[in-house]
């Protein structure tokens, strides 16, 4: 028999390439939220302008800068400190892995008869008229 290595939690899935800055640079964003970080140094400004989508995808505020050296762009982030409405905003967990996403199986139209799932009225009552005709 062999000996079972017991841990409190598996290692983080990482299924795609971190970025140039490493996903603590994000975590480290998140725990400090209003303040401006330069993440990265990039050799053409091009890259860090396109590194900027992805940041504010996850709801970053970023921006891209030319270099104090004249040669390539600097990529700056922060985590807003406040929403759209002005209340400060609470860090949210980073997922890493697409699909460790809750999943939804239901849908909003149950058959009270069968409990089938339906997504459109016209479906559950089409369902309804043929299966559980009186």
């Not at 709801?59 to 004249?70: F, L, M, N, V």
């Not at 002005?86 to 009270?112: F, Q």
Request: neutral net charge.
């Amino acid at each position: 028999m062999t000996d079972i290595e017991w841990v409190d939690a598996p290692p983080e899935r990482r299924n795609c390439k971190p970025p140039a800055y490493g996903f603590e640079a994000l975590d480290a964003l998140k725990a400090n939220p209003g303040k401006w970080a330069k993440l990265h140094h990039y050799p053409v400004k091009q890259t860090a302008t396109s590194a900027l989508a992805p940041l504010r995808k996850k709801g970053y505020e970023a921006e891209a800068r030319q270099s104090d050296t004249g040669s390539g762009g600097d990529l700056y982030a922060r985590w807003p400190d406040t929403d759209d409405h002005g209340e400060p905003v609470e860090p949210t967990p980073i997922r890493r892995n697409p699909s460790a996403r809750a999943k939804t199986t239901r849908l909003p139209y149950v058959c009270d008869d069968c409990d089938a799932d339906f997504s459109t009225p016209s479906a559950l009552s089409h369902h309804a008229s043929r299966q559980h005709a009186s």
